[in-house]
Nanobody, 124 residues
Framework: QVQLVESGGGLVQAGGSLRLSCAAS????????MGWFRQAPGKEREFVAS????????YYAPSVKGRFTISRDNAKNTVYLQVNSLKPEDTAVYYC?????????????????WGQGTQVTVSS
């Protein structure tokens, strides 16, 4: 089994930045793509970004492209999400997720493990 723990969330003003981290532990040898999703109050959980194991491929939701950057450090079993130019609509709980095999990057059902989330709140 794999455990994922997110950190780095907080309260920021519009235009501010945060760096979210997701540390994986347990049986991580078969971890391939990792991604970030978010869920705002009253909304469905939505795809934000994903990255392949080798970092050769990244994907971003149109709403965050150009503002967010996903990266990973496989030696530390950690994935990051740098979030810049934050907007109030970015307010959500951000979840880290991992796939044990490559799958559709934006499909929630293709992710095998999930963290408990970290809260990002952006004030206007």
């Amino acid at each position: 089994q794999v455990q994922l723990v997110e950190s780095g969330g907080g309260l920021v003003q519009a235009g501010g930045s945060l760096r979210l981290s997701c540390a994986a532990s347990g049986r991580t040898r078969n971890i391939y793509p990792m991604g970030w999703f978010r869920q705002a109050p009253g909304k469905e959980r939505e795809f934000v970004a994903s990255i392949s194991y080798s970092e050769s491929t990244t994907y971003y939701a149109p709403s965050v492209k150009g503002r967010f950057t996903i990266s990973r450090d496989n030696a530390k079993n950690t994935v990051y999400l740098q979030v810049n130019s934050l907007k109030p609509e970015d307010t959500a709980v951000y979840y880290c997720a991992a796939q044990t095999r490559s799958g559709t990057y934006s499909s929630r059902g293709n992710y095998d493990y999930w963290g408990q989330g970290t809260q990002v709140t952006v004030s206007s």
